[in-house]
């Protein structure tokens, strides 16, 4: 994954009313799937030993995250109403302006929040994903590189930011792309899963002002 040099102020004017208001609530403590750490922390879940395990599952591993604390917002069935409906909203316009399908993640983390190591290979494709960290040094993606086998890990700015890359399928062993994130501080993110690679480059030009046909 990298990331893009820049957010252009369009896009910022359609993301920023959103968190205001996400982080002027003070329900975030339902927003939590707490049955889905299966024994393991925000430290735990990223660290090598818990990349060993899912490694060592090989093709056992489905792609999903199997161990998490954190809660997708469009999927998540037990979300206050008016988060559903903020949601929504938000992705209505997003995907007006990107040229999206649909967004395939809308995930808030708390404090201490994670997605431990997987690989995605169920939903690969090109992907690109908009963060926001409400601290300096609240978070970070880190991901094992396919081709080296070398642990990147990738600090998460304060503010919002933007990570492009591809996720590969089972049979594409140099692009199979094992990832997680953990957290301190409050944090969202909104993924999304681009199955061509020239609307992949669109969306990049669109979010960045950047020339997207560098990217592949």
């Not at 999206?100 to 431990?116: C, D, I, K, L, Q």
């Not at 993606?141 to 700015?157: A, G, I, Q, S």
Request: proline share 5%; charged share 25%.
């Amino acid at each position: 994954m990298k990331f893009l040099s820049k957010l252009s102020d369009d896009l910022l004017c359609i993301l920023n009313p959103y968190k205001e208001w996400f982080f002027s609530q003070t329900d975030h403590d339902l927003l939590c799937e707490k049955d889905r750490t299966g024994g393991e922390d925000y430290i735990t879940a990223v660290s090598d030993e818990y990349l060993k395990k899912i490694l060592d599952k090989d093709g056992a591993h489905v792609g999903f995250p199997e161990v998490a604390r954190c809660c997708d917002i469009s999927q998540y069935p037990h979300i206050p109403g008016l988060h559903k409906e903020k949601q929504k909203e938000l992705n209505a316009e997003l995907i007006r302006f990107l040229g999206a399908r649909n967004v395939a993640v809308h995930t808030y983390y708390p404090p201490e929040g994670f997605m431990g190591w997987h690989n995605n290979w169920n939903a690969h494709g090109y992907n690109i994903l908009l963060t926001y960290n409400s601290e300096e040094n609240g978070g970070f993606f880190r991901y094992l590189d396919p081709v080296t086998k070398e642990v990147n890990t990738l600090p998460d700015p304060k503010g919002w930011s933007c990570k492009v890359g591809y996720y590969g399928r089972g049979r594409e062993r140099d692009k199979v792309y094992y990832h997680c994130c953990s957290n301190t501080a409050k944090r969202l993110t909104l993924g999304y899963v681009v199955p061509h690679l020239e609307i992949w480059r669109s969306m990049i030009e669109d979010i960045s002002g950047e020339d997207g046909s560098v990217y592949s």
